[in-house]
């Protein structure tokens, strides 16, 4: 969750306007992160071997059961469900303005081995980011321009 606060600016003339303005301003971060975050990297194979093998005997066998049992297909169909997964939202509170993008869990439960935290060697070799490598340089900008509203509302 990101938020933008105006506790430290002082005497704003029209915090009223300011606000609008943040939330503008913020709902251009929320949805350049949610385009590029729902935007799939272009194919690459990367071999089992490429990414450093399997990680486990179990993880080996589970794939070669799945594969077996048709719950897994090679080569890999895209459905697009975890782009769909993501989701945005922008919320006005007394004193802030909330921004968030996440991945519905229920949706797509892989998210985090593929955008999240947790993400696998085999899903950054294929080309997939992180969602804090995607949002961080959009939240400088959207910081830079955050801090020039608040400079024309405070002059």
């Known amino acids: 969750m990101i938020r933008m606060e105006t506790i430290k600016l002082g005497r704003v003339p029209d915090v009223n306007k300011l606000m609008d303005e943040w939330q503008r301003i913020m709902e251009c971060f929320v949805n350049n992160v949610l385009r590029e975050t729902a935007t799939y990297p272009p194919r690459k194979y990367v071999s089992i071997a490429e990414a450093g093998g399997w990680v486990s005997d179990r993880q080996r066998r589970w ?44 949706i797509a439960p892989y998210n985090i081995y593929v955008q999240g935290p947790q993400q696998s060697r085999m899903m950054e070799l294929i080309g997939w980011k992180k969602i804090e490598d995607i949002y961080k340089p959009h939240w400088q900008k959207t910081i830079a321009e955050a801090k020039a509203a608040a400079d024309r509302f405070t002059k």
């Open 63 to 106: 794939f070669f059961w799945a594969l077996k049992e048709g719950k897994i297909e090679i080569p890999y169909k895209r459905t697009g469900t975890l782009g769909r997964s993501w989701q945005q939202r922008v919320a006005r509170e007394t004193d802030s303005i909330v921004g968030v993008v996440g991945s519905q869990g229920q």
